[in-house]
């Protein structure tokens, strides 16, 4: 599950609720290039009071892509979690 970066904010948010997920890959031409959580949609969206219908996926601050391999041991992935203070990571080959 994936949102683009020209995607609306509604429609990532409706992404989210549909398929259950919290934070979603923001893919540009085929690459993953950040990621969005429901606290960016809060926090730099609402909170901001912007409009989410008219705001896009690319214009707020998503987070710096941190990324681990699938082969990685789970100290590895820990220890990314704790620098980058963050919930989850993201797996790719």
């Known amino acids: 599950m994936t ?3 020209q995607d609306t904010i509604v429609t990532a948010a409706q992404r989210m609720i549909e398929e259950e997920k919290g934070p979603l890959p923001v893919v540009d031409a085929g690459q993953v290039v950040g990621m969005m959580t429901d606290r960016d949609l809060v926090a730099r969206v609402v ?3 912007r409009d989410p219908r008219s705001v896009r996926v690319g214009d707020i601050d998503i987070h710096d892509l941190v990324t681990i391999r699938p082969d990685a041991d789970i100290e590895e992935a820990r220890r ?3 620098q980058y203070q963050l ?3 993201l797996v790719v080959e």
């Open 3 to 5: 949102i683009e970066p």
């Open 47 to 49: 909170a901001a009071g």
């Open 80 to 82: 990314l979690m704790a």
């Open 87 to 89: 919930d989850c990571i």
